[in-house]
């Protein structure tokens, strides 16, 4: 058995979700979790991580305390996902740790970058455990996007022969994963995903999330603010192409709002922004596999009801579900995600897929912080 660890912690800063995954040999594509455990931020350090996600004062030095602060609390998850499947440190190959990311332009003048936070060597340390991080870098230095590197493991896990399918992974951001009949894989950020809901959520609620979409289920779309959200030049790009709170973020929405020049109602903004997350999804699928049967839904928005009944309703030709149904609990597929990547990195096996980075070629992802 080689057993690996993934943490993730997410566009949507709703905390940390670790995983066990076990796999019966170094090659054999069968794969169990053993354990998950979902570690919700302390209220300081998601409010630092937030606040870094835009320019500040004294960035340099806040950024190192966040890393360090990130990586004891990614720590306590592994600890907690040990004591779950009553397995000792010293049996874990590696731990594919994503770190937080609080920039991401790939395709900034002078040279594209990506920025995850995250201190692997007191992770290491802290563990006793080799880790894998920093895993969208080298796919940025070889020309590509960096995001989304799920694909691959989407692919890996839900990919049929003969059957167009597409994943669907909404958490902050939207993205979309294309398995063609004839094993080619696409994919890309198509849109915002939960970002916008939950920043209007907790404006207006003082909740974290529109738990289930009920709130958004009682309003009414808007058409003329959802015409000019669907506007947004980067949902009309050609891929490759990835995104984040770099230009999905509550300013972005605030300027939206102030362009409209009327007021529209606060459970009607956020009905909006639910089917402005379904639409760019759908369209996207019509667009890039229009010969899809099913799209296989993860990542937190799948427990939104009004946003999966919407998908359903968009894509009427297309079988909705959600990856729950294909053996992987939704909140657990970016996890499961890293630890895979981590696996292919031990291996020393290519983890980006070029023709959806826009990369040079394929590339071996991530740094390795030694355990010893």
């Known amino acids: ?3 690996f660890l993934g943490l993730m912690s997410g566009t949507s800063l709703d905390g940390i979700d670790g995983v066990a995954a076990s796999w019966p040999d170094d090659d054999a594509p069968a794969m169990q979790v053993l354990a998950h455990v979902h570690q919700p931020f302390v209220a300081t350090l998601r409010d630092e991580l ?4 835009q320019p500040g004062a004294d960035e340099l030095e806040r950024s190192a305390r966040a890393a360090n602060a990130l990586a004891r609390a990614y720590a306590s998850v592994v600890r907690v996902v040990l004591e779950q499947c009553q397995l000792p440190a010293a049996q874990v190959r590696a731990i594919g740790a994503h770190g937080q990311t ?4 790939p395709d900034a003048p002078g040279g594209g970058y990506t920025i995850q936070l995250l201190n692997g060597a007191v992770l290491a340390e802290a563990s006793g455990i080799d880790v894998v991080c920093d895993l969208r870098s080298r796919d940025v230095a070889a020309g590509g996007q960096g995001a989304p590197l799920v694909p691959a493991f989407h692919a890996d ?4 022969p003969g059957e167009a ?13 294309l398995l063609h009949t004839d094993g080619r894989v696409g994919g890309f950020d198509c849109g915002p995903g939960n970002v916008l809901l939950d920043a209007w959520a907790v404006r207006h609620r003082g909740v974290a999330y529109d738990e289930g979409g009920r709130w958004g289920a009682l309003g009414t779309v808007d058409p003329g603010l959802l015409r000019q959200l669907l506007g947004e030049p980067y949902l009309h ?19 939206e709002l102030a362009r409209a020049g009327r007021r529209v109602a606060e459970v009607d903004v956020q009905a909006t922004l639910v089917e402005l997350t379904a639409r760019a999804a759908a369209d996207a699928l019509t667009q890039h596999l229009p010969d899809a049967r099913r799209l296989i839904v993860c ?8 946003l999966m ?7 009427p030709s297309v079988q909705v579900q959600t990856s729950d149904e294909h053996g992987l609990p939704a909140q657990q597929v970016e996890s499961v995600a890293f630890a895979w990547l981590a696996r292919e990195f031990v291996q020393r096996r290519f983890g980006n897929r070029p023709e959806v980075t826009g990369a040079a070629g394929p590339r071996l992802l991530g740094c390795l912080y030694p355990a010893h």
């Open 1 to 3: 058995m080689s057993l």
């Open 237 to 255: 790009r050609a891929p490759p192409k990835s995104t984040g709170r770099d230009l999905f973020n509550a300013g972005w929405l605030d300027a």
């Open 309 to 315: 009944a919407r998908l359903a309703a968009l894509l």
């Open 102 to 105: 609080v920039r991401h332009r």
């Open 157 to 160: 896990r839900f990919g049929a």
């Open 299 to 306: 990542g937190g928005g799948a427990y939104n009801s009004l």
């Open 50 to 53: 937030m606040a870094l996600n």
């Open 165 to 177: 399918r597409a994943a669907l992974n909404v958490g902050g951001i939207a993205n979309l994963t």
